[in-house]
Nanobody, 119 residues
Framework: QVQLVESGGDYVHSGESLRLSCADS????????IGWYRQAPGNQRELVAS???????NYAPFVQGRFTISRDNTKKTAYLQMNSLRPDDTAVYYC?????????????WGQGTQVTVSS
């Protein structure tokens, strides 16, 4: 079973940085692709970045060069380093763990952490 808990959200000013953490209390963290998603009020949830079980990252164009995703499987934790934050980065950020088992998509979500960026 995967249980994800996000932390690190905060209120910051434009240009500042934050690091979000996603900790898993389960035992199979290392085999999942971890994704960071965000959802702003009135918007759909969107993918920000993901990292495969093998450590390959992928980024949405709007965060390329500003955000870095990483994972430490020994700590069962994934991170999202966010630099040069902008007001339009304001959203609830969610962590997702996903994998394909046979023909089944299996995924889990955390409860989210609020990031607010003021201008």
């Amino acid at each position: 079973q995967v249980q994800l808990v996000e932390s690190g959200g905060d209120y910051v000013h434009s240009g500042e940085s934050l690091r979000l953490s996603c900790a898993d209390s389960g035992r199979l963290f290392s085999i999942y692709t971890i994704g960071w998603y965000r959802q702003a009020p009135g918007n759909q949830r969107e993918l920000v970045a993901s990292i495969t079980a093998g450590g390959s990252p992928n980024y949405a164009p709007f965060v390329q060069g500003r955000f870095t995703i990483s994972r430490d499987n020994t700590k069962k934790t994934a991170y999202l380093q966010m630099n040069s934050l902008r007001p339009d980065d304001t959203a609830v950020y969610y962590c997702n763990a996903a994998r394909i088992v046979g023909a089944t998509w299996e995924d889990y979500w955390g409860q989210g952490t609020q990031v607010t960026v003021s201008s």
